[in-house]
Structures are given as structure tokens and as C-alpha cells.
Nanobody
């Protein structure tokens, strides 16, 4: 059973940056596409960025040009670099492998506010 642990969230002013990390247990991490999701209060969880096992990336329109997803398979880690943050980016951020039954981690809170 793969376990996911997210970190790196916090309180940041509009226009600021954060780098989120997600460490996965288990030796099969590298075969999965991985995604970063977010869930704002009262809203459904949405997939905002995805990276294939080979490093191909894709983003939801609302974060294109501001967020960058990357992975280090040797460290079983996926990252989300978030720049030019906006108040509407405020949410709990999670990582997971789309299309699998991988268990969700606890997430990391990102709050963008002045």
C-alpha cells in the first residue's frame, strides 16, 4: 500500500510563491503518472497538474504559466512549484496517481491572503 505525504504549504501573500512536495512510499512510484489536486472550502476536489511517468506535463487553464509540476523518481517525490499565487489558489493540496485506488494523504493547506 503506497502512502503519500504532502508538505510545503503555508500562508503567503498574493503574488508570492510556494513549493509543495509529496513523498510516496514504495518502490513502484516511478511507473505512475502523478497529479496534484486541490480542494477549496465548499468545492469539489480538482486536478490541477499532472506529470506522466516519462515527465510529460499538463495543467488546468487556471494555473498554466504559474505552476510547474516535476518529479524525482530516485526520491519517490513529486513537486509543485507555485508562483504568482492568487487568493483563489487557496485550498488544501493533495497528490495522487490519477486513475488508481491509491489512498489519499492528509494534504497541505495553502492560504493566499494579504
Amino acid at each position: 500500500q503506497v502512502q503519500l505525504v504532502e508538505s510545503g504549504g503555508g500562508l503567503v501573500q498574493p503574488g508570492g510563491s510556494l513549493r509543495l512536495s509529496c513523498v510516496a512510499s514504495g518502490s513502484i512510484f516511478s511507473i505512475y503518472a502523478m497529479g496534484w489536486y486541490r480542494q477549496a472550502p465548499g468545492k469539489q476536489r480538482e486536478l490541477v497538474a499532472i506529470i506522466s511517468s516519462g515527465g510529460i506535463t499538463n495543467y488546468v487553464d487556471s494555473v498554466k504559466g504559474r505552476f510547474t509540476i516535476s518529479r524525482d523518481n530516485a526520491k519517490n517525490t513529486v513537486y509543485l512549484q507555485m508562483n504568482s499565487l492568487k487568493p483563489e489558489d487557496t485550498a488544501v493540496y493533495y497528490c495522487n496517481a490519477p486513475g488508481t485506488t491509491m489512498s489519499w494523504g492528509q494534504g497541505t493547506q495553502v492560504t493566499v491572503s494579504s
